[in-house]
């Protein structure tokens, strides 16, 4: 057994709302601060960056979004879906960007997504659509064998308190949730 420091794990954050005012956004900020603060190398990727194309299973891998979003969904060693709560589901910019970097087929093209570790930042509107996220979280499961992290964060406008009058977030995560990924690679 080696006693070498293990290398810093690489988590990618897809923030994955389109709204200028997303509090997911806010969710996928601070868990970055709180990865860096454990020594994880975050990767802070947010969809407003890019157009996701409409999924055709033909052109849209020639889009400019998807290299770049492909590759940073596969070369993490864990993903933080920062999501909006919307209608009883994850939004839809979420759900159009795993339908782009999930499919396989063509050109020994390979999901980005098998085996990876997910943990979702929820933000919703209501405290009892908690579980809103969860059909998405059983087809990463089933379609991809993801492995679903269940700390999930799910915080709503009672969550903000007095910190959303400032502008920020104050969550408090586990002690171990840096260690999530840690221990499920090992």
Same mark, same amino acid.
């Given at each position: 057994?080696?006693? *070498?420091?293990?290398?810093?794990?690489?988590?990618?954050?897809?923030?994955?709302?389109? +709204?200028?005012?997303?509090?997911?956004?806010?969710?996928? @900020?601070?868990?970055?601060?709180?990865?860096?603060?454990?020594?994880?190398?975050?990767?802070?990727?947010?969809?407003?960056? =890019?157009?996701?194309?409409?999924? +055709?299973?033909?052109?849209?891998?020639?889009?400019?979004?998807?290299?770049?979003?492909?590759? #940073?969904?596969?070369?993490?060693?864990?993903?933080?879906?920062?999501?909006?709560?919307?209608?009883?589901?994850?939004?839809?910019?979420?759900?159009?960007?795993?339908?782009?970097?999930?499919?396989?087929? #063509?050109? *020994? @093209?390979?999901?980005?997504?098998? +085996?990876?570790?997910?943990? =979702?930042?929820?933000?919703?509107?209501?405290?009892?659509?908690?579980?809103?996220?969860? &059909?998405?979280?059983?087809?990463?499961?089933?379609d991809f064998k993801c492995v679903i992290n269940p700390y999930v964060v799910y915080a709503t406008e009672?969550?903000?308190? @007095? #910190? #959303?009058? &400032?502008?920020?977030?104050?969550?408090? =995560?586990?002690? +171990? =949730?840096?260690?999530?990924? @840690?221990?499920?690679?090992?």
């Open positions: 057994m080696s006693n *070498s420091t293990p290398r810093p794990l690489k988590i990618t954050i897809l923030s994955c709302s389109l +709204d200028p005012e997303s509090r997911s956004r806010d969710l996928g @900020r601070e868990a970055e601060r709180y990865l860096e603060a454990q020594g994880c190398i975050p990767q802070f990727v947010d969809l407003r960056d =890019f157009r996701l194309p409409d999924f +055709d299973n033909s052109a849209c891998y020639r889009d400019p979004a998807y290299i770049p979003l492909h590759q #940073a969904v596969r070369d993490a060693d864990g993903i933080v879906l920062a999501v909006p709560i919307y209608n009883w589901s994850i939004g839809s910019a979420a759900k159009s960007l795993i339908e782009l970097t999930g499919a396989t087929g #063509a050109e *020994s @093209r390979k999901s980005a997504w098998f +085996d990876q570790i997910v943990t =979702f930042f929820c933000a919703g509107g209501l405290p009892h659509s908690y579980m809103a996220y969860g &059909a998405t979280a059983m087809s990463l499961m089933l009672r969550d903000w308190g @007095r #910190a #959303a009058a &400032a502008g920020s977030c104050q969550m408090s =995560f586990p002690r +171990d =949730f840096g260690n999530v990924w @840690r221990s499920s690679l090992s």
